[in-house]
């Protein structure tokens, strides 16, 4: 067919319009290396297992987000570039992007539970102590110990299997708050029961691995913000990496604007007030606080951003750990700390502790310097009396309504505030 186009042409074309026609159709070996239409291929990146820390399952913390990574359905910033790179492994925690649809996408943090050196010196601990080489299979290794071969053979997670753990929420564990944990572990299919019949060996591998690095994780599962609690959602872990919404340090916020530091400071105080005092009938309290512990929403809402620091007192059934049993030691009670670190005493804490700790904290500097002289004069003298313990008072309530009382005609209404607008136009609660 080609010749005989080429062919009639050559009797009806001019010279020029005949040497482009014999060039294009006629000559066999210029159709044949014509480049073809190349599709494009979108830029991708290949998750390394070892970023993930997927390497080290089952001595990891889940896999139930692990498709929304290797989906690209969650992203780190840098992926919106259109070079694609990780950020370094070294970081405790990164800012993402998430989404359902690959349209509308929101922001989440990305955190390890520990840093990659800790963890890293946890994994040569574990195989060390336990199989005396430098390198091992975690798996292997900690399925031989004596606390997990009492967890495969337990119907139940009662407080002996968690003793020792250096964990805060589980120095003074109570029947309750471990069946809410097993009922409640949102790494595997939702059975609704406190057996842990539902639970294959991994799943209790990987359960107990958590709690004994870093219950933070467990906490935002157990206590979901859906039911009022303040944590940020918990959306699921891939290796060694947690998915959770995404909150701004309260760091940010030192400098903010008078009324920006008053709500905040009231909503840090009504965070302190649920802790202890709520329906569940759960006291808990912070061993630790710094500026990364509280967080705040895109909307002005304050969360607790950090909970690996959170003790808890059930004030329903109290402990059910014997001071014998809290000092047990084992490879699971140093993965992170130091194995001779002491235990605080259950019936030390006391109720205004975590204001005296904030006081002491967080609210001179949110705080400090931000008001006229006669208010600022006021919320000075009671910081400082906090920050001391609170002299003689033995309750908490009094002193918060104190503070609240200073703070609350001093912020505003207006759509900075969104977790609140414009419901304060119309209501005195806030």
């Not at 089952?58 to 259109?82: H, M, P, Q, V, Y």
């Not at 053979?153 to 471990?178: E, F, H, I, N, Y």
């Not at 299919?189 to 933070?216: C, E, F, Q, W």
């Amino acid at each position: 067919m080609g010749h005989w186009i080429c062919c009639l042409w050559s009797r009806v074309a001019d010279p020029l319009m005949l040497l482009l026609v014999l060039t294009l159709s006629c000559n066999p070996s210029t159709a044949a290396t014509a480049s073809p239409s190349v599709p494009h291929i979108k830029p991708s990146y290949s998750f390394g297992r070892t970023f993930l820390g997927l390497d080290k399952c089952n001595a990891c913390i889940g896999t139930s987000i692990c498709k929304k990574f290797f989906k690209e359905e969650i992203r780190f910033d840098t992926w919106l570039s259109s070079h694609l790179k990780l950020p370094p492994s070294s970081l405790l925690s990164y800012s993402g992007n998430y989404t359902d649809d690959a349209k509308s996408w929101r922001l989440v943090d990305i955190t390890r539970l520990t840093s990659k050196y800790q963890h890293d010196r946890a994994d040569k601990r574990i195989c060390t102590s336990l199989l005396k080489t430098k390198t091992c299979s975690l798996e292997r290794a900690l399925r031989r110990t004596q606390r997990f071969q009492k967890w495969l053979r337990a119907k139940r997670l009662t407080p002996d299997l968690v003793q020792g753990l250096s964990s805060p929420m589980l120095r003074c564990p109570s029947q309750r708050l471990l069946d809410r944990i097993v009922r409640r572990y949102a790494e595997v299919p939702d059975a609704g029961s406190i057996y842990m019949d539902h639970l294959t060996d991994r799943d209790k591998l990987r359960l107990l691995y958590t709690l004994a690095v870093n219950s933070h994780p467990i906490l935002l599962q157990i206590f979901p913000d859906v039911e009022g609690w303040p944590f940020p959602r918990y959306l699921g872990s891939c290796g060694r990496l947690v998915v959770s919404a995404s909150t701004r340090p309260l760091r940010d916020f030192y400098g903010a604007a008078p009324e920006v530091a008053a709500d905040l400071a009231l909503q840090l105080l009504a965070v302190l007030r649920s802790m202890g005092s709520n329906d569940l009938n759960y006291f808990f309290y912070f061993t630790h606080v710094d500026a990364g512990t509280f967080g705040v929403f895109s909307n002005g809402h304050l969360f607790i951003r950090d909970a690996s620091t959170l003790g808890i007192i059930d004030k329903e059934e109290g402990s059910q750990l014997i001071d014998g049993q809290q000092e047990y030691k084992d490879i699971f009670s140093c993965l992170t700390v130091d194995c001779q670190a002491a235990f605080v005493s259950c019936d030390s804490i006391s109720e205004k502790h975590s204001l005296v700790m904030v006081c002491q904290e967080l609210l001179p500097k949110l705080l400090v310097g931000k008001f006229s002289p006669p208010v600022q004069e006021r919320i000075d003298a009671f910081l400082q009396r906090c920050a001391h313990g609170l002299g003689e008072e033995s309750g908490v309530s009094e002193p918060m309504a104190e503070l609240v009382a200073i703070l609350r005609p001093l912020r505003s209404c207006d759509s900075r505030f969104a977790y609140r607008y414009p419901d304060c136009r119309y209501s005195d609660k806030y």
